[in-house]
């Protein structure tokens, strides 16, 4: 069995065992944390988070990376947790729209969101397109927006 999985887990980062994403996965860690505190400091501050825990850690990310530079260490699990991991938590947060109080509401307010919803992750979609990202990127750009 280990075999079979030990030659998996080195394809899944470039080549290298899983242990190669450790240092990336802590760096992201740590920014993770850092958003985290910043939002819990300004719910506490203001009564409410002004700039959600999301846009911090994709600000703190782009500061940490500009200061610092990219590390070879860190790259690929940088590159998963930025990749397969975000990919992963935007499906789950479109996954917790809770569908029975939608219906509630009123069909016609369901059908009112579902259909700007739609319209706007396909606007998102072309946008992203046109700006050149790759098909998968624009589409979790657009999810993520």
Request: overall charge positive; charged content about 15%; glycine content about 14%.
């Amino acid at each position: 069995m280990a075999s079979v999985v030990a030659p998996m887990a080195r394809t899944a980062v470039g080549g290298r065992g899983p242990g190669a994403l450790l240092p990336g996965l802590l760096a992201s860690l740590v920014v993770s944390a850092i958003a985290i505190v910043g939002g819990t400091i300004e719910e506490r501050a203001f009564g409410r988070a002004i700039i959600e825990p999301l846009v911090l850690a994709i600000v703190v990310g782009m500061a940490v990376r500009t200061i610092r530079g990219e590390t070879a260490r860190e790259e690929a699990g940088v590159r998963f947790v930025a990749k397969d991991l975000l990919e992963l938590a935007v499906c789950l947060l479109g996954a917790t729209m809770d569908v029975p109080r939608l219906f509630a509401s009123g069909p016609a307010l369901a059908l009112g969101i579902v259909t700007i919803v739609c319209v706007a992750l396909g606007i998102g979609y072309v946008i992203g397109r046109a700006a050149g990202l790759p098909s998968r990127l624009a589409i979790l750009v657009a999810c993520g927006n």
